[in-house]
């Protein structure tokens, strides 16, 4: 039986669907975390972009 490990953090996948995607499910919240983090857009954002102003 073949080990699939989590691409991520490299610890041993249990479940079959993890072993599908080939990331655990905690690794695979903070990967979302992260991503959505990174283009969040914050209202300061905006009012420096002068986009309130159209």
Same mark, same amino acid.
């Given at each position: ?24 499910? #905690? ?6 975390? =992260? ?6 857009? #914050?209202? =300061? =954002? ?6 309130? =102003?159209?």
């Amino acid at each position: 039986m073949e080990v699939i490990v989590c691409k991520r953090c490299g610890r041993k996948l249990k479940s079959k669907k993890s072993k599908e995607k080939q990331i655990g499910p #905690t690794c695979e919240k903070k990967l979302l975390l =992260d991503f959505y983090k990174k283009r969040q857009i #914050t209202i =300061d =954002d905006i009012l420096r972009k002068g986009e309130c =102003d159209k």
